[in-house]
């Protein structure tokens, strides 16, 4: 549990940017008295229903838990929006003032309009959250693939997030489509679970009807090592899902054959210092003959690793894509890749938006997806487009 000192600290914060987008929002309305205290009570509200949300979990109730956190984190996203919105709606007016355009109408209407942005927004982002997960089709190109790997199909899931909010029946209609795809191989690239064991051992089971060639494969996200990777490791792999651990396995397809490696994530040594993940010691013995090396790494940090340790591909997840606007915009300050395919070097690099979603319950501009990577032959390796 957060300490006192932490809590009082994320109470204070909250209070004050509330605080912020009354003052900057309320007045500015020319609301009647009773709307003025509505909007304030409402910013309460707000402010006391997302710690709430957040630390929903401390409460021994499961049943109580789910809906304070699903009344918190819904908050917390309507917040969120509310909050970027009403900066944004600063700046214009800012710029409105320096060219002479800012009308006392125009003041007035953009207050009223943030509130009303923000909650369409968010209520479209839960639509879009809790939709199932589309299907990804992505064609990797390699020259020289052997034939009895051309069309070998990996389906990545990613970022589920079982939790307060996302529950084994979500996890049903995923595991019914990755079926329906008819795989080769199922990578589940980190962050399945937001919770303990004993929480939410019911909810992955449905892992368990997965349907492959080759068999599941899964590598641990950095949300095992808060909800506790070592039994995670022990459940999954009781589950018949092949967990790797800076290792890898070889895959003979036919005639021809893949390696298929797998690290920890990128940041396991701060929780568990032997699990401290390394691309090298993961291909370490492989056959020298295999096709292909494709990594499992949950964040593309590992990229830059992963082409040093001479893999081909990389499949990793961990941004979400962002999952909503703007923060997108804020991903590339701490990973090098978003979303969609690239290149680096020698290494393709796939990093998925992910197939569940992870605290608020919204999504916007930035769908969860099921992801089917085919591999192709081509003479042609040139870098694609930014997706």
Same mark, same amino acid.
């Given at each position: 549990?957060?300490?006192?000192?932490?809590?009082?600290?994320?109470? /204070?914060?909250?209070?004050?940017?509330?605080?912020?987008?009354?003052?900057?929002?309320?007045?500015?309305?020319?609301?009647?008295?009773?709307?003025?205290?509505? #909007?304030?009570?409402?910013?309460?509200?707000?402010?006391?229903?997302? !710690?709430? =949300?957040?630390?929903?979990?401390?409460?021994?109730?499961?049943?109580?838990?789910?809906?304070?956190?699903?009344?918190?984190?819904?908050?917390?996203?309507?917040?969120?929006?509310?909050?970027? $919105?009403?900066?944004?709606?600063?700046?214009?007016?800012?710029?409105?003032?320096?060219?002479?355009?800012?009308?006392?109408?125009?003041?007035?209407?953009? /207050?009223?309009?943030?509130?009303?942005?923000?909650?369409?927004?968010?209520?479209?982002?839960?639509?879009? /959250?809790?939709?199932?997960?589309?299907?990804?089709?992505?064609?990797?190109?390699?020259?020289? $693939?052997?034939?009895?790997?051309?069309?070998?199909?990996?389906?990545?899931?990613?970022?589920?997030?079982?939790?307060?909010?996302?529950?084994?029946?979500?996890?049903?209609?995923?595991?019914?489509?990755?079926?329906? &795809?008819?795989?080769?191989?199922?990578?589940?690239?980190?962050?399945?679970?937001?919770?303990?064991?004993?929480?939410?051992?019911?909810?992955?089971?449905? $892992?368990?009807?997965?349907?492959?060639?080759?068999?599941?494969?899964?590598?641990?996200?950095?949300?095992?090592?808060?909800?506790?990777?070592?039994?995670?490791?022990?459940?999954?792999?009781?589950?018949?899902?092949?967990?790797?651990?800076?290792?890898?396995?070889?895959?003979?397809?036919?005639? #021809? @054959?893949?390696?298929?490696?797998?690290?920890?994530?990128?940041?396991?040594?701060?929780?568990?210092?032997?699990?401290?993940?390394?691309?090298?010691?993961?291909?370490?013995?492989?056959?020298?003959?295999?096709?292909?090396?494709?990594?499992?790494?949950?964040?593309?940090?590992?990229?830059?690793?992963?082409?040093?340790?001479?893999?081909? &591909?990389?499949? @990793?997840?961990?941004?979400?894509?962002?999952?909503?606007?703007?923060?997108? $915009?804020?991903?590339?300050?701490?990973?090098?890749?978003?979303?969609?395919?690239?290149?680096?070097? +020698?290494?393709?690099?796939?990093? @998925?938006? =992910?197939? =569940?979603?992870?605290?608020?319950?919204?999504?916007?501009? +930035?769908?969860?997806?099921?992801?089917?990577?085919?591999?192709?032959?081509?003479?042609?390796?040139?870098? !694609?487009?930014?997706?």
């Amino acid at each position: 549990m957060p300490s006192r000192a932490v809590i009082l600290t994320v109470l /204070a914060v909250l209070g004050l940017l509330h605080a912020y987008i009354g003052v900057r929002l309320i007045p500015a309305a020319s609301l009647p008295a009773w709307g003025s205290i509505a #909007a304030w009570l409402a910013l309460t509200a707000s402010w006391l229903l997302i !710690p709430l =949300g957040l630390l929903a979990r401390l409460f021994s109730s499961r049943a109580l838990a789910d809906r304070l956190a699903w009344v918190g984190l819904t908050t917390l996203g309507l917040f969120s929006s509310l909050l970027v $919105l009403c900066l944004a709606r600063e700046l214009i007016l800012e710029l409105m003032k320096l060219a002479g355009q800012a009308s006392p109408a125009w003041v007035t209407d953009s /207050a009223l309009a943030v509130p009303v942005l923000a909650l369409l927004v968010t209520l479209a982002g839960l639509v879009n /959250a809790r939709r199932l997960a589309r299907v990804v089709t992505v064609e990797i190109p390699f020259a020289g $693939l052997p034939a009895g790997l051309e069309g070998f199909t990996i389906v990545q899931l990613s970022d589920i997030h079982l939790g307060p909010t996302i529950k084994g029946a979500y996890l049903e209609r995923v595991v019914a489509r990755v079926n329906a &795809l008819q795989p080769d191989l199922v990578a589940i690239t980190g962050d399945l679970v937001d919770g303990s064991v004993a929480q939410l051992a019911a909810d992955v089971l449905p $892992l368990t009807r997965l349907q492959s060639c080759h068999g599941s494969f899964f590598v641990t996200g950095n949300h095992e090592y808060y909800a506790g990777a070592k039994p995670w490791i022990a459940e999954l792999r009781r589950l018949g899902i092949r967990v790797l651990m800076n290792e890898h396995v070889e895959i003979r397809h036919g005639e #021809a @054959s893949l390696v298929l490696a797998g690290v920890s994530d990128y940041t396991a040594h701060l929780f568990e210092p032997e699990q401290r993940s390394d691309p090298q010691a993961a291909i370490a013995g492989a056959p020298a003959d295999a096709a292909l090396r494709v990594l499992l790494a949950h964040q593309p940090r590992s990229a830059a690793a992963a082409a040093a340790a001479g893999f081909d &591909l990389l499949l @990793s997840g961990h941004t979400h894509g962002g999952q909503f606007l703007p923060w997108n $915009l804020f991903v590339p300050l701490q990973q090098p890749f978003v979303a969609g395919l690239y290149r680096l070097q +020698a290494l393709w690099v796939y990093v @998925s938006r =992910g197939t =569940g979603y992870w605290g608020p319950p919204k999504r916007f501009c +930035a769908p969860a997806e099921i992801t089917c990577l085919r591999l192709v032959r081509t003479s042609d390796t040139s870098p !694609p487009l930014d997706p």
